[in-house]
């Protein structure tokens, strides 16, 4: 194979935004020569916008069934992610999902089996992964330099949403079309983050979930959620889509220091003697470890959507190893399940989650939604 | 009366320091007469550091009942505040307390009562409500620039203690001797300035503390706490004395905007529409009210203990209002007796709590004590 053939499913602004950057050549080795939309409106926008040897297909299923393409592009609403998934892993195409990975873990887990069954390259859209901040956090972590972790803390509610921008689609911030709100549209890539860049999920989980707090809508609006993890650290997630004009600071601490992500830049308080070690060793009664700030240097920019395509396109051609490995996209959805879970329940919820009953508690949002067929807006 | 007529009651590291500022004369028309410490050491020190006519009393209540006083500053262990200050009280004295106001809210309330049946000024040395920073905070509140409150979060985890701190004195970090940890010892400024400077106590608490989780201790030194206010707004208190360098950051967002304190600065990120009004009138989809960050000034410096000090004697002489009544003690102390009290019972707590509920669960405490006789290091 000498590139993908890429089949796009999903022309919203996110299979219009993939279709930009490839149109315009920034990735190397793929061929777009399939497109999807349920929407005859999507459609007639492809014809403006794709070559004429791109194909054109109402039904997704027609084209993985077409054998023009290698490996799709899933840009659909949430709740078909897996669905589709699952038939081109079926078909033995790959997949590249758009985040996130489903709505409830049970779906994304049969997800991750049938693509396990297969031998295809699957990834998941995390295209904050390959942000230079979160990469470095990552590196200070994974080379040992901040120590132990001990506590965690996001501020991440500069998600600002107008009651306007909710009542711009039927299917927004229902439980039927879109299954969740600001945990599932705008926080998938911190719930990733969070765990991706210092490798642990939290063990349990308290959460304080608000649903049409500040807007007219069914699903949450603003969540604080407490977590604990399986060496002690402890954790804070804040989020909400209501405040203006909102925060967006990550700080985690360690046994060695603390780094905090915040406008665009990282610092780093270095401990010049590891805080375990000085606390066994100091004598003086007041007194703390020498610490020294430091500022990280960031290089780069962040490649964003086309870089996590091109990896997987590389992945797919010379078996380079996936930034974003697609079985990855349960975690932070399980994050997010658990925050509900742990809301509705009104107490902890051990991690991983009885799957079972969060999607009992999710049909039961379902079945009193106002809009009552997520499908219907595939 | 031209001068208040000043005992102090406790000559440990405040007791002490209360006497370097008066020796200094930075606090105008009061006079230093008599002194009281249960430790000779204490005493003898005082020999040292005060003049001959200021008399020494090994007992505090016959400082309380030798004529020489108006007042009374109480510097002594937590436990020993209310009892002091009500036989104080009851002898007409004036009194400023030590913070905390004790230990638990139920012995404060008494505290308050008598200080209500009696005719004398009461305050607390909230030391840090005369903090420029925080002044500015509370005027930004209450002159309607934030608009109403949505949200607080405070992280204070620069309170850094060495097991070496807390090995230098027995009763130190034990229920018996301080009956609490970081809450009660190191966090009262924030728990008081968290809710006086925008004038909103929670209505109910989920909190998460640690019992000697950094250091070879009893009370908690890690506490996460999440409250909900009246009005809906939510807040989160993150406090440890075992992570270093630690932070100490306070943000409160509002409706018409967000204030951060910092490094000793002050941020108010101002929209030029209240949010609640612009979400109420915009049309376009994505979009958000237009802000300005502005920095505030912050003028002078924080008078301190001495400014106080000050406050407490033009009140007995001039009815200069209070900055910090003596009443407010119980309302930062029933914030951390609900924090721990939600840890205990792993459950929500409503405000104000069950202070008999608190009593006992303290007393269990107090009882698996490695210290038993708190009132021994008085």
Redesign the interface.
């Known amino acids: 194979m000498e590139a993908v053939r890429l089949g796009i499913i999903g022309l919203g602004n996110m299979g219009k935004g993939h279709i930009g950057y490839l149109n315009r050549g920034e990735v190397s080795n793929v061929l777009l020569t399939a497109v999807s939309d349920y929407d005859p409106a999507g459609l007639e926008w492809a014809k403006q916008h794709v070559g004429e040897q791109v194909a054109l297909f109402a039904d997704p299923y027609e084209l993985m069934a077409s054998g023009l393409v290698d490996g799709v592009l899933i840009a659909t609403p949430h709740y078909s992610h897996p669905e589709l998934a699952i038939a081109a892993f079926e078909r033995g195409l790959h997949v590249l999902c758009e985040k996130p990975a489903g709505v409830y873990t049970k779906q994304v887990r049969e997800m991750n089996d049938a693509a396990a069954r297969s031998n295809t390259k699957f990834s998941m859209m995390y295209n904050q992964r390959t942000n230079p901040l979160y990469q470095k956090l990552k590196d200070l972590n994974d080379s040992g330099e901040l120590g132990e972790i001990?506590?965690t803390?996001w501020?991440i509610?500069n998600w600002?949403?107008?009651?306007?921008?909710y009542d711009?689609g039927t299917w927004r911030a229902t439980w039927a079309g879109e299954g969740g709100g600001v945990l599932l549209n705008q926080d998938p890539h911190q719930l990733d983050l969070w765990q991706w860049t210092i490798n642990m999920m939290p063990k349990r989980v308290?959460a304080?979930c608000?649903f049409g707090?500040?807007?007219n809508i069914e699903v949450e609006d603003?969540v604080?959620a407490?977590v604990?993890y399986e060496n002690?650290a402890?954790g804070?997630f804040?989020t909400?889509t209501?405040?203006?004009?909102?925060?967006n600071r990550l700080?985690i601490?360690g046994d060695r220091?603390?780094v905090?992500i915040e406008d665009g830049q990282l610092t780093f308080?270095r401990?010049r003697t590891p805080?375990r070690e000085?606390?066994?060793a100091?004598?003086?009664?007041?007194?703390?470890?020498e610490?020294w700030k430091c500022e990280i240097p960031i290089h780069g920019e962040n490649p964003d959507h086309k870089g996590i395509t091109q990896n997987w396109v590389n992945s797919i051609l010379y078996d380079e190893p996936l930034i974003a490995p697609g079985e990855d996209g349960i975690k932070g959805l399980m994050l997010s399940n658990a925050m509900l879970l742990s809301t509705w329940l009104d107490d902890w919820v051990d991690l991983p989650i009885d799957e079972e009953l969060y999607y009992s508690y999710l049909q039961k949002q379902i079945a009193a939604s106002r809009k009552t067929n997520g499908k219907g807006v595939l």
Chains 1, 2 share one sequence.
């Open positions: 001990r506590r803390n501020i509610t600002y949403r107008s009651q306007s921008y711009s308290r304080f608000y707090k500040h807007r603003d604080t407490f604990e002690g402890t804070v804040v909400t209501g405040e203006a004009p909102g925060t700080e601490s220091g603390k905090v308080w401990l805080e000085f606390n066994a100091f004598t003086g009664g007041f007194g703390q470890p610490c």
